[in-house]
C-alpha cells in the first residue's frame, strides 16, 4: 500500500508527463481531473465508522508500515490477519447467539425425545434457563447440549437449518436480526485488510459449521478461512451419495490456547494481526506478538453501555480480566467502543 503522499507525487508526475504533449486548454482541464482524483485518494477514509483517534491512526499506520517497502514491509503470504467473533464482530449478550441456536434446536428436537425429560440439562435447556445453564452446567454442559442438538443430522442439513434461522430469529432484546447486530466498525476493518492483500481468518469458540452457513455472507470470509469448535463427523452413502453425519461427540472446543494450536493446525502460520475480546482470546494474540514480523494484537473493549454493553473484569460473558493485564504491560491496542466507533451496529 502505497501513502497518500506517494500517490499524490505519483499522479501528479504522470500529469505533468501527459499535459506536456497538450495545448494550454486542455493542460488546465486535465490539471483540474488530476486534482480532483488526487484529492479523492488524499479524502478517502478506509475506517470511516471509526473516530479520528488513536486506535484508528494506530491501525492504519501499521496497515500502511507492513504493506509498504521498507524495513516493516511484510510480503502477501505472510499478511495473515485473525479475528474472535464473539464480542468481537458481533455481540454476544445476553448470551453466545450460538446457545440461542442451541436451545432452539433442543425444543424443536424434544417432543420426539420422551426420554430427555429425565435429563436435568435438557430440562433446563427447554425451560431457557441461562443463568442455571450457566452456574450449574458451565462450558461443559453447553457443549454436551451442542452435541445432542446437531447429532445425526449431515452437515450440508445443518447448513440449511442455520441458514434458515439466521434469517428468522431475531436478538431478544434489540428484536434484531442476529446478522445485524453485528459490529460495522469490524466489518469495515475486515474490507480495508483485504483490500491491501491481507489474508482474514474467523477464529472462533463457535461451532465451524454454524459459522460456515452465514459467515460469508455477512463478513466475506470464505468457509476454508473460518477455524472453530467441532464434534464428531461420521462418513456414510445415503440414497447412493456420500454425506457427512454429525454425531455428539466434541472433539475440540477453540477457546483459549486450543486457538493458538488451531491457528498452527489450520494455517500453519502465525498471523501479524489478531483481534479479540476476552480471556479466551489471549493465547491467539501472545501467539500474534510472537512473530518475527511487525504484529498488532488487539482486544475490543466493551465500554458503551447505550448503544451495545458495558463489561470486563467480572463479567461472566466475555470476561476480559487477564487480558486487559497483558495489554497493558506489552502495549497491545485496546480499542474502546464508545471513544473509538462512531456507530456500533449497521445502520
Known amino acids: 500500500m502505497k501513502t497518500y503522499s506517494s500517490l499524490v507525487l505519483i499522479f501528479l508526475i504522470g500529469g505533468l508527463t501527459l499535459n506536456s504533449c497538450k495545448d494550454k486548454k486542455q493542460q488546465s482541464a486535465t490539471e483540474q481531473t488530476t486534482t480532483s482524483e488526487v484529492t479523492e485518494n488524499v479524502n478517502a477514509d478506509p475506517l470511516s465508522a471509526w473516530n479520528d ?14 504493506t509498504t517497502q521498507g524495513s516493516d514491509f ?24 450460538q446457545v440461542e441456536f442451541i436451545l ?5 428436537l424434544a417432543p420426539k425425545h420422551p ?9 433446563t435447556a427447554i425451560k431457557h434457563d441461562l443463568q442455571k445453564l450457566r452456574e450449574k452446567y458451565g462450558a461443559r454442559g453447553m457443549g454436551q447440549l451442542m452435541g445432542i442438538a446437531m447429532a445425526g443430522i449431515s452437515t450440508d442439513e445443518l447448513n440449511t437449518l ?7 430469529a431475531r436478538h431478544p432484546i434489540t428484536g434484531k436480526p442476529y446478522s445485524k447486530m453485528t459490529f460495522e466498525p469490524m466489518l469495515e476493518l475486515i474490507k480495508y485488510l483485504q483490500s491491501n492483500n491481507f489474508k482474514v481468518y474467523i477464529v472462533t469458540g463457535g461451532g465451524i459449521d454454524f459459522m460456515r452457513a452465514w459467515a460469508t455472507e455477512v463478513y466475506g470470509v470464505q468457509p476454508e478461512n473460518i477455524i472453530g469448535s467441532y464434534s464428531n463427523l461420521n462418513y456414510e452413502i445415503k440414497n447412493g451419495k456420500p454425506v457427512l453425519i454429525k454425531d455428539a461427540k466434541i472433539l475440540i472446543i477453540n477457546d483459549g ?28 494474540l501472545e501467539w500474534c506478538a510472537a512473530n518475527k514480523h511487525k504484529s498488532l494484537s488487539a482486544y475490543i473493549h466493551h465500554t458503551d453501555s447505550k448503544r451495545e454493553w458495558a463489561y470486563d473484569r467480572k463479567s461472566r460473558i466475555g470476561t476480559l480480566n487477564a487480558g486487559l493485564d ?9 480499542v474502546d467502543m464508545k471513544k473509538d466507533w462512531k456507530i456500533i451496529h449497521p445502520e
Open 162 to 168: 442455520v441458514k434458515s434461522w439466521m434469517k428468522n
Open 257 to 284: 490456547p486450543e486457538k493458538a494450536k488451531n491457528i498452527h493446525r489450520f494455517i500453519g502460520k502465525k498471523p501479524v494481526i489478531a483481534f479479540g475480546n476476552s480471556d479466551g482470546d489471549l493465547q491467539m
Open 115 to 123: 426420554e430427555w425429560k429425565k435429563n436435568k440439562l435438557i430440562q
Open 326 to 334: 497483558e495489554a497493558a504491560k506489552k502495549g497491545w491496542l485496546v
Open 104 to 108: 432452539f434446536r433442543i425444543k424443536k
Open 74 to 97: 511484510i510480503a502477501p503470504e505472510d499478511r495473515i490477519a485473525v479475528f474472535d467473533n464473539d464480542g468481537t464482530l458481533w455481540s454476544e449478550h445476553p448470551t453466545y447467539f
Open 53 to 66: 483517534t488513536k486506535a484508528k491512526l494506530r491501525i492504519i499506520s501499521f496497515v500502511d508500515a507492513v
